[in-house]
């Protein structure tokens, strides 16, 4: 089956600095990826959709400066988290569409989590 | 944009009832609507999914029925067993061109012995 592996899995970090997380699709190409972010005991909330080649379209509220998305080939999108603050401590899960798939069905990484301290 | 209702936010039954998980979707143009169970700290996993052109599904232990008209959908695992404890989320998409899904706001199942 589609594989998606994110890394790093837990990451703690200092105010002020930045940190990149990585979404890789091990077995398939994706032409779209999807990152979204999770506060504890709450939904999965969809910050943006990464598309190969291309900006990124994030959603409303979510600052694109601060949250940086590359989506430079068609198995790697990276959310990069810049000058992190305590309030940006989330669980962070990517998930990808299988290239011109159109099916629906999403595959999603481990996830990662950001504690800022 | 799409909004997605889930209810109830936490479900208690014993080991073997059945328990029951209900959805409701605002967008009518919305075509795909999976489920998934959620452990803590792990990433969501697909256990069931229906598409617009099906009134209902079923695997197993688990079913979901699909009403178009009332925009909503239903999650029924019969059966219950403690290791069905977890987080569900129900979803609902437009698979037009790329599939972003709108996600409930969860289920906390609890199957007590």
């Known amino acids: 089956g589609a594989v998606v592996s994110q890394h790093p899995s837990r990451v703690i970090c200092k105010s002020g600095t930045s940190v990149k997380i990585e979404c890789r699709s091990l077995?398939?190409?994706?032409?779209?990826m999807f990152w979204y972010r999770q506060f504890p005991k709450k939904s999965l909330m969809l910050m943006a959709t990464?598309?190969?080649?291309?900006?990124?379209?994030?959603e409303q509220g979510v600052e694109k400066d601060k949250f940086l998305i590359n989506h430079a080939s068609l198995t790697l999108s990276t959310l990069t988290v810049t000058s992190a603050h305590p309030e940006d401590s989330s669980f962070y899960i990517c998930?990808?569409?299988?290239?011109?798939?159109?099916?629906?069905?999403?595959?999603f990484g481990e996830g990662s989590r950001l504690t800022v301290l | 944009g799409e909004n997605v209702e889930q209810h109830p936010s936490t479900l208690s039954v014993q080991e073997g009832d059945s328990a029951v998980i209900k959805c409701t979707y605002s967008?009518?143009?919305?075509?795909?609507f999976p489920w998934y169970k959620q452990e803590l700290g792990k990433r969501p996993q697909l256990i069931i999914d229906?598409?617009?052109?099906?009134g209902e599904k079923k695997d197993q232990r688990i079913a979901v029925t699909l009403n178009k008209t009332a925009k909503h959908f239903s999650l029924h695992i019969t059966e219950t067993q403690p290791e069905d404890s977890a987080v569900y989320f129900c979803?609902?998409?437009?698979?037009?061109?790329?599939?972003?899904?709108?996600f409930g706001t969860g289920t906390r199942l609890q199957v007590t012995l």
């Open positions: 998930s990808a569409d299988l290239a011109g798939g159109g099916t629906g069905e999403l595959f």
């Open positions: 077995d398939f190409q994706a032409t779209t």
């Open positions: 990464s598309n190969e080649g291309s900006k990124a379209t994030y």
């Open positions: 967008d009518s143009a919305s075509n795909y």
């Open positions: 229906i598409r617009s052109n099906v």
């Open positions: 979803a609902a998409s437009w698979t037009g061109t790329a599939s972003k899904l709108t």
